[in-house]
């Protein structure tokens, strides 16, 4: 089966800090990226995406970079906030965009 | 509001007793899916769908079975549930089948198998 981890389980900032979240994967042929975010008590929800064809994408406080040469996968939060406290995930799927795998989630602590 | 639902949010239940998980979802989205979420594991996919009667097996669909009938709906079934089926359940849909697409989550069910 795909195998799509995470470094570190727990990731503890200072309000305003940057915060940076990595997540490996090991199939070679997964063609999209997914960050997810999930509060306490919810389900997850999306955060920002990215396909295989692109290194760097950027949204809101949030980037996202993918290096396909060592299989790695990164979140960046720009001044990070109190809200931002969540449990994050990365999801990935192959070629045909129906199955999905997930990583194990990291939770960020955000302290004021 | 654009929304999936699930019923019900919480079900504690014995062994072998058969039990639904209702999931709807009112965007006319395709794709429908069902995950579970176990500590340290992550989110694993049970089964999902691509549209009305085409359905296919996630990672872990062993002891589940589902049905899509309707656009909007997608019940995941056990038919005899056992105590390692005990878990957090996620339905999740998205517009587009076989392409990237954004997944929106329910809030989740918790099942108790004792």
């Known amino acids: 089966g795909e195998s799509v981890g995470l470094h570190l389980p727990t990731l503890s900032v200072q309000e305003g800090d940057n915060s940076i979240i990595n997540c490996a994967y090991s199939?070679?042929?997964?063609?999209?990226f997914i960050w997810y975010k999930q509060e306490s008590g919810k389900g997850p929800q999306f955060i920002i995406d990215?396909?295989?064809?692109?290194d760097k994408r950027q949204g809101q406080r949030v980037t996202v970079l993918l290096n396909k040469t060592v299989k790695h996968l990164s979140l960046q939060i720009a001044a990070t906030q109190p809200g931002d406290s969540a449990v994050y995930f990365c999801?990935?799927?192959?070629?045909?965009?129906?199955?999905?795998?997930f990583g194990s989630g990291t939770k960020l602590n955000v302290k004021p | 509001e654009a929304q999936v639902t699930q019923n019900p949010r919480y079900l504690i239940t014995v062994t072998g007793k058969k039990l639904t998980v209702t999931c709807s979802q009112n965007?006319?989205?395709?794709?429908m899916s069902w995950y579970r979420q176990d500590p340290g594991l992550g989110l694993r996919q049970i089964y999902y769908?691509?549209?009305?009667?085409?359905?296919d097996k996630g990672d872990v669909p062993e002891g589940y079975k589902v049905s899509r009938k309707e656009k909007r709906n997608f019940p995941l079934i056990l038919e005899s549930p056992s105590p390692n089926q005990t878990s957090l359940y996620f339905c999740?849909?998205?517009?587009?089948?076989?392409?990237?697409?954004?997944?929106?989550f329910g809030p989740g069910t918790r099942l108790t198998v004792l």
């Open positions: 199939n070679s042929a997964s063609d999209y």
């Open positions: 999740a849909s998205s517009s587009r089948a076989g392409g990237p697409a954004t997944q929106y």
């Open positions: 999801a990935e799927t192959p070629y045909n965009f129906n199955k999905f795998y």
């Open positions: 965007m006319n989205h395709e794709y």
């Open positions: 769908s691509m549209n009305v009667e085409v359905t």
């Open positions: 990215i396909r295989s064809n692109m």
